[in-house]
Nanobody
């Protein structure tokens, strides 16, 4: 199983970025997907998650109303659209998959596969 994340970069406060994660090697539609982030010196934290069908989503409080997670089970892709970015959103962002588990989770230890991080830097 491989997860390939992309789309990070540097933006100014209030800007937008769109992160994508392409999955291969497993039954994507049976896997809940999540995005996590980790800033230097901090623990990895939950950002957003989406169920296998895409019908259920969940967000960390600080990103609600600004970030949107979605998925395309034909293209095996999960997307995190990030708007109104703030300096505190600066971190490495990771996509993750729960193997054969349809339901979302905010706990990183329940995710079986991880992509490489993609850096998001928000400057003021």
């Amino acid at each position: 199983v491989q997860l390939q994340a992309s789309g990070g970069g540097q933006v100014q406060v209030g800007g937008s970025l769109r992160l994508s994660c392409v999955a291969s090697g497993h039954t994507f539609s049976r896997s809940a997907m999540g995005w996590f982030r980790q800033a230097p010196g901090k623990e990895r934290e939950f950002v957003a998650a989406i169920s296998g069908s895409g019908g259920t989503t969940y967000y960390e409080d600080s990103v609600k109303g600004r970030f949107t997670i979605s998925r395309d089970n034909v293209k095996n892709t999960v997307v995190l659209q990030m708007n109104s970015l703030k300096p505190e959103d600066t971190a490495a962002y990771y996509c993750a998959a729960r193997s054969r588990e349809l339901y979302i989770s905010i706990n990183p230890i329940t995710y079986d596969y991880w992509g490489q991080g993609t850096q998001v830097t928000v400057s003021s």
